[in-house]
Structures are given as structure tokens and as C-alpha cells.
């Protein structure tokens, strides 16, 4: 990613955030006909050093967010193919 990746560990507010992009008309923005794509992410139980857990510094309480910083690398282990 070439910009900061923010995500949550709860279903629902990510879920949430994907709806954000409903009716943008901004040209730099998503068009309201761009598919919105909900990423599953399994980290490394030894830890993550390419973000930050925004809990206790965030503005909203009980959102669960993890922020990803620009440039993190992904890797897909199992891909699912499309149908």
C-alpha cells in the first residue's frame, strides 16, 4: 500500500468504513459503481512492527483499529479463486 492502511478488528466497523465510499463524486474518490473489497488479515502472533493498535490514543473508543503505515508489504497465502 502506498498510503497509511486503516483496519479493525471488529467485522462490523470495517464493514462500516467500506460504506464510507457510498455516493462519493469526488473524481479522486471511488465512483459508486467501484466494487469495495473487505480484506481479511491474519498477523503474525509474535507481533506487527509495520503499524500501530490505535486504542488508547484514538478518538474513538471500542473501534479496535489497526493502523497500517504506508508501504506495508501483504502476502495472500491461500487464495480464494473467483467463481
Not at 479493525?8 to 462500516?16: C, I, M, T
Not at 483499529?65 to 504506508?70: D, G, I
Request: with cysteine.
Amino acid at each position: 500500500m502506498g498510503q497509511p492502511l486503516s483496519s479493525s478488528f471488529k467485522k462490523g466497523r470495517a464493514v462500516e468504513f467500506a460504506d464510507f465510499q457510498n455516493d462519493r463524486y469526488d473524481p479522486y474518490e471511488p465512483s459508486r459503481d467501484m466494487p469495495k473489497v473487505l480484506f481479511s488479515i491474519a498477523l503474525d502472533p509474535g507481533g506487527c512492527l509495520q503499524g500501530n493498535y490505535l486504542e488508547k490514543v484514538g478518538q474513538v473508543k471500542g473501534e479496535k483499529e489497526f493502523l497500517f503505515s504506508a508501504y506495508s508489504a501483504f502476502q495472500v497465502p491461500n487464495p480464494n479463486p473467483l467463481p
